[in-house]
């Protein structure tokens, strides 16, 4: 054997073992490096073993181990691939390595190399026909998909991407071509070993690989990169990269907004199409003295949107630097139109404010962040009696904080000078010393993230205040005195109407009850109405045990009328609180009571409208509906049946109650005779 055939293996095997060893030891790394790195290395198995065949006169184990890179050669090709791409998801690429595996236990198992022979110049490998076949077949599959994979990506990419994934689609199955019709040639007509040959061409494509990805380094992302892309995609200017040629190799979102364009349009395209005619003589001359060397600033141009308008613009070009040559600019565009506007706007936001400060009813004071007082407005010195010059300059607290405030008060300032925003409502002391209620509400002022102010905004609510006191006096003044008389006098009728009365007498007890029974369901529905009007807080409830507890109730009271209640039951969970049983109660009770019904049948769905998931309950009587004169105004206040003794609230109650969960109610006739009442309350979420 003549030792400078080995050459070109020995040279490959180094070379390929320090190009894995670089790769994967780069940061931060692209998701492609690793199945390169894995071809280097399978490529270095195959070469070192065949190194190592020769130098052993023909050992089997060196035979096997460079067989073992061929078997994994086409799999990492194909996984490379669609890393590169990116078209195929891992869970699809690593099938890939099945018939690695499969392979991997034929020729660990004697099967896949059967012998070592001498071929002219060195030993190869003697492999099994049929497995050699399979492995054949199996890397041919994978290397023209692969090579689909990476035209698809050449067609769809610009600029150096593109020229990127020009020298990677020509390597690959450049390198498949040539190692089969060597092989076919050397080995299978003239005898002779190929391992030379295919070593060289191992080396050239790894090498060509190799140049594309570091020298168009884009894509490889380095840390430095990343960095920029962060930057780019966060500024508040159009940023290019344009190649030598002047065509855009990279816009950031803010130039294609500019534009009214998106990146996928734009790269690839000549920058100066963007520049408007009448300035393009210009622009050219400054490129071409950045392609040079030159850093150009303050060029002013018109650019020309995709749409044909036009902005006026400042343009800087810097060159951009590779192993000490320029291979394009870097570009920045300011639109100098839109700054302008923005301080016109800005301009007209604060003559706005300022006279919204100065002309709105409530008490205004602005400060600064340690909360000195720096302007009040007018509303603000007549309701405290302070001018603007009292008090500028110091802290608020020491003027408007009575002392029975002024813990609570101390807290409020410190949480709105931390950043928070207040709500609160107090008393605050005038400059004579009378105290006047208000609603407070502090906001803290930020400017580019940072907190420089706080405004406080106060609302005089004395009269509020007193109002709400007396509406509570009357609401407890009805709720116990009243209902506590209205109780004696239905005691005492119903202990009269048991004593001998004759028929006239009875017809007057009769009345009397019924006006007592009539005042104390106004009441309690007065009560619950008040309650449903409080913002309360609303839990988690099963609608299964509100309905059946609700059917309990009122199963007994419907058996004496002759009345079955149906029940399918309704599972599910809403947001509500302990009044929610009002709403089925009141529409069952007035069912018993009012509809001269058989049957009432109680179902529920879930259903999707709006956009919402609701639970839709549906509580149907078959008896003699509701009269047209009053369906139309049902849910309204003080809407009752003709000699009803009720008050007419029940089922404005329920509406209520159904609104303030977040739902809605309807009202229907059934398909044959009575009325179906559908009660929509949000799922919890």
Known sequence: MNGLYLIPSLVSSIFLFSIAVYLLSRKPRKEYVFPLAGICLSSFLWNVGIVLTNLTNGEILWAQISTLGLIIIPAVIFHFAAEFTGYIKAKYYLIGYIPVIFLTLLLAMGYYVTDVE????????????????????????????????????????????????????????????????????????????????????????????????????????????????????????GICIIDKTGDIDYANSYFCEMVDSTKKSL???????????????????????????????????????????????????SPIIWNEKPIGSFITIRD??????????????????????????????SLD?????????????????????????????????????????????????NGEIIKAEGKRKRKDGSLVYVSILGAPIFIEGKQVGIFTIYRDISARKKA?????????????????????????????????????????????????YSSSDLITNIRKLRE????????????????????????????????????????????????????????IQNAIIHSNCKTITISGE?????GKIFYKISIEDDGEGIPSEIKEKIFDPRVKRKGSPGS???????????????????????????????????KAE
């Open 118 to 237: 001498y071929r002219v110049i060195g030993y190869e490998p003697v492999y099994n026909f049929f497995l050699f076949a399979i492995n054949s077949w199996i890397g041919l599959f994978f290397i023209i998909f692969s090579t689909f994979l990476l035209f698809r990506y050449y067609k769809e990419s610009v600029g150096i991407k593109k020229r990127q994934s020009f020298y990677i689609l020509v390597a690959i199955p450049a390198n498949a071509f040539f190692s089969f019709v060597t092989y076919e040639i050397m080995v299978e007509i003239y005898h002779i070993a190929q391992f030379p040959v295919g070593a060289t061409l191992d080396f050239l494509t790894l090498s060509l690989i190799l140049y594309a990805i570091l020298k168009f380094k884009l894509p490889l992302e380095t840390a430095a990169e990343i960095d920029f892309r962060i930057l780019a995609e966060t500024a508040s200017e």
């Open 267 to 317: 790269l690839g395209k000549p920058f100066i199409q963007f520049i408007s005619p009448e300035y393009q003589e210009k622009f050219s001359e400054y490129f071409k003295k950045t392609i040079h060397g030159e850093k150009i600033t303050g060029m002013e141009v018109k650019i020309r949107k995709c749409n044909g308008e036009e902005f006026t613009a400042e343009i800087n070009t």
């Open 336 to 365: 100098i139109e839109k700054r302008k506007k923005i301080e016109e706007e800005l301009r007209k936001q604060k003559t706005y404010f300022q006279a919204l400060f100065e002309s709105s009813p409530e008490a205004i004071v």
């Open 369 to 417: 962040e340690k909360h000195r007082i720096l302007d009040v407005n007018p509303a603000f010195e007549e309701l405290f009696g302070y001018t603007v010059d009292e008090i500028r300059g110091k802290n608020l607290d020491d003027f408007v904080l009575p002392e029975e405030e002024k813990r609570i008060g101390k807290q409020f300032t410190l949480r709105v000078m």
């Open 468 to 516: 709400g006191q007396e509406k509570e006096f009357y609401h407890s003044l009805l709720r116990h005195d009243v209902a506590n008389k209205i109780a004696v006098i239905q005691g005492n009728l119903e202990l009269l109407e048991e004593t001998p009365l004759t028929e006239e007498q009875k017809a007057l007890v009769k009345g009397a009850l019924k006006a007592a």
């Open 532 to 587: 449903a009007g409080i913002q309360k807080s609303l839990r988690y409830m099963d609608l299964h045990e509100i309905l059946s507890k609700v059917i309990h109730d009122f199963e007994e009271e419907a058996k004496k009328k002759g009345i079955r209640i149906e029940y399918i039951p309704v599972e599910g969970i809403i947001k509500a609180d302990s009044l929610v049983e009002n709403v089925f109660s009141n529409i």
């Open 606 to 610: 879930e259903i999707k409208k709006g």
């Open 648 to 682: 007419g609230l029940g089922l404005y109650l329920v509406k209520k109650l159904v609104e303030g969960y977040g739902g809605y109610i309807e009202v229907r006739a059934a398909n044959k005779q009575g009325t179906i009442f559908d009660i929509y309350l949000p």
